[in-house]
């Protein structure tokens, strides 16, 4: 790509439209700018997540395989917001969906059958899992709303459906691997009547 900012502010938005890729001026608070905004929200957490696991690698070796896996989610994050931007570019692939259900199947293989259901915490980094894997289905919603109104070609729904799929394993695999219990949800007591 031979385009790169070299000016960061552009005085363009300040009347509250921002511009796509194919030209067109939109609202800020246009479908599209909302779904770009949650993938970008969320690829910026997926870094906090990732820049935890690195930290605590010392200690958990096995946290490394993590980090392999979910680093590249980062670019492809970016081919979204790409794709999203400019309705008419394709950066990502069924590939990457494979990917995805690959490391998913993994994983799931390891921890086992889930018998209940989790409250997300335990560690920062269960805790940060879980916040990337809740954006992940926000973006997932944003898309699918754009969808409605102006349908989205290629893989970007099913790709941050499954990446959201994967965060959710992603969190109990770093319970698991750094030795820490599930929290497991406990229901209310019913009232009596």
Same mark, same amino acid.
């Given at each position: 790509?031979?385009?790169?900012?070299? =000016?960061?502010?552009?005085?363009?938005?300040? =009347?509250?439209?921002?511009?796509?890729?194919?030209?067109?001026?939109?609202? /800020?608070d246009h479908p599209r700018v909302e779904a770009i905004g949650e993938v970008d929200a969320l690829n910026s957490q997926l870094g906090l997540l990732l820049a935890g696991l690195a930290e605590q690698c010392r200690e958990h070796p096995d946290l490394a395989e993590?980090?392999?896996?979910?680093?590249?989610?980062?670019?492809?994050?970016?081919?979204? $917001? $790409?794709?999203?931007?400019?309705?008419?570019?394709?950066?990502?692939?069924?590939?990457?969906?494979?990917?995805?259900?690959?490391?998913?199947?993994?994983?799931?293989?390891?921890?086992?059958?889930?018998?209940?259901?989790?409250?997300?915490? $335990?560690?920062?980094?269960?805790?940060?899992?879980?916040?990337?894997?809740?954006?992940?289905?926000?973006?997932?919603?944003?898309?699918?709303?754009?969808?409605?109104?102006?349908?989205?070609? $290629?893989?970007?729904?099913?790709?941050?459906?499954?990446?959201?799929?994967?965060?959710?394993?992603?969190?109990?695999?770093?319970?698991?691997?750094?030795?820490?219990?599930?929290?497991?949800?406990?229901?209310?007591? /019913?009232? =009596?009547?």
């Open positions: 790509m031979g385009f790169r900012l070299s =000016k960061i502010y552009t005085r363009t938005g300040d =009347k509250g439209e921002t511009g796509l890729g194919d030209g067109r001026r939109v609202p /800020k993590v980090i392999e896996v979910l680093e590249p989610c980062q670019h492809r994050l970016f081919d979204l $917001g $790409g794709e999203l931007a400019m309705p008419v570019y394709q950066a990502l692939n069924a590939a990457e969906v494979e990917r995805l259900e690959a490391a998913i199947d993994a994983w799931n293989e390891e921890l086992g059958p889930l018998k209940n259901f989790i409250l997300p915490g $335990g560690s920062a980094l269960i805790a940060q899992a879980h916040v990337c894997r809740s954006l992940a289905r926000s973006a997932e919603r944003r898309c699918q709303h754009l969808n409605a109104l102006e349908p989205l070609a $290629g893989v970007g729904l099913a790709y941050i459906n499954r990446l959201s799929d994967l965060l959710f394993v992603a969190a109990r695999l770093i319970a698991k691997r750094q030795g820490i219990a599930e929290i497991l949800w406990q229901a209310a007591d /019913k009232p =009596k009547v």
